[in-house]
């Protein structure tokens, strides 16, 4: 058994003292102590995550959990995650952080949206308890239940790109990157404006090479510079996760809003199920109510044409 969690500064001091006598000499890299406790093996990482092996790791690991129900408030699941070793993969996670990341690029119906956040070191906690962590496979139903909680707690900004506007500004010289960057470079320009965060790296979920990201943005105003960006930024870096969820959440109700007006099951991405609904719509309200929900310049435009010239 292997039981991992991110302890509490108090619980880690706790630990430290109740593990004295029972470390080992040799202290792994990156951890603070390692012990040994009948048969489990007890390490505490420089993370401040716990980590508990061995076939009773879940006594140990309790008696933990309980303290930091009882002297934090903070309920701690095991069941599942948090059971997966320590990696050093997301490494980002103990920093203070701004990040960016947008949603609903790839779906031809709905907007597309952009969140900038700010995570500091006193909210890690807070978002990992409600499993921000692996925001990709959260599902919708998830998101709806813990975005209000996050937008509640973290200084953040969103940006909407609605379909008109989109449709306006697309062009062969104004493409979906150009289009992304010029809103993450908002996005992430207005939040740091709002205060003065103490933050350690400003984080973008790559998606354009940085020369050409910069490129892009070069007549803002206002530049958000020194970026690190990765590639799947969400899984590695909690502010870029938290945008991400808060993104998805405002996509989520703009498309819930659209259903409600039109009195269809809109869906999402742009595959076939897309182009059927599309043409549904043209013969309900016309064409040029698209222009107003989808973007245009997607192919599944022409494949509604083909849809309805068949009919
Ligand atoms: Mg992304």
């Not at 061995?54 to 303290?67: F, K, P, Q, R, Y």
């Not at 308890?129 to 707690?153: Q, R, Y």
């Not at 996509?251 to 809109?266: M, P, S, T």
Request: charged share 30%.
């Amino acid at each position: 058994m292997n039981i991992v969690f991110k302890a509490s500064e108090n619980i880690q001091k706790k630990m430290i003292k109740y593990y004295e006598d029972k470390r080992k000499e040799k202290t792994p890299s990156y951890a603070v102590f390692q012990a040994v406790e009948e048969d489990t093996i007890i390490t505490l990482y420089e993370s401040g995550k716990v980590m508990f092996q061995g076939t009773s790791a879940d006594i140990d690991a309790n008696l933990w959990i309980e303290m930091e129900k009882k002297l934090n408030n903070r309920t701690i699941d095991i069941s599942n995650d948090s059971k997966k070793k320590e990696t050093k993969e997301n490494i980002f996670f103990n920093f203070s952080t701004v990040g960016s990341d947008e949603v609903g690029t790839g779906d031809y119906f709905g907007p597309i949206v952009v969140t900038a956040s700010y995570v500091s070191k006193e909210d890690i906690n807070f978002l990992t308890d409600l499993g921000v962590k692996d925001s990709k496979k959260l599902t919708d139903e998830k998101i709806i239940k813990i975005a209000p909680a996050i937008i509640k707690k973290i200084p953040y900004v969103t940006l909407v790109l609605d379909n008109n506007k989109y449709n306006e500004n697309y062009s062969e010289d104004v493409n979906m990157n150009k289009i992304k960057a010029i809103l993450h470079n908002k996005a992430l320009v207005s939040l740091l404006n709002k205060e003065k965060y103490a933050y350690e790296k400003i984080v973008i979920d790559q998606f354009v090479y940085p020369k050409k990201y910069f490129e892009h943005i070069y007549s803002a105003q206002q530049k958000a510079v020194n970026i690190t960006f990765m590639t799947k930024a969400e899984d590695k870096c909690l502010s870029v996760a938290a945008s991400s969820i808060i993104s998805r959440y405002t996509f989520l109700v703009k498309i819930k809003n659209l259903e409600k007006e039109l009195g269809i099951e809109i869906p999402k991405g742009a595959g076939t199920k897309v182009d059927e609904v599309g043409a549904e719509i043209v013969k309900k309200y016309g064409f040029n109510k698209l222009k107003h929900i989808a973007k245009l310049n997607f192919k599944n435009t022409s494949k509604i044409k083909d849809i309805l010239e068949e009919n």
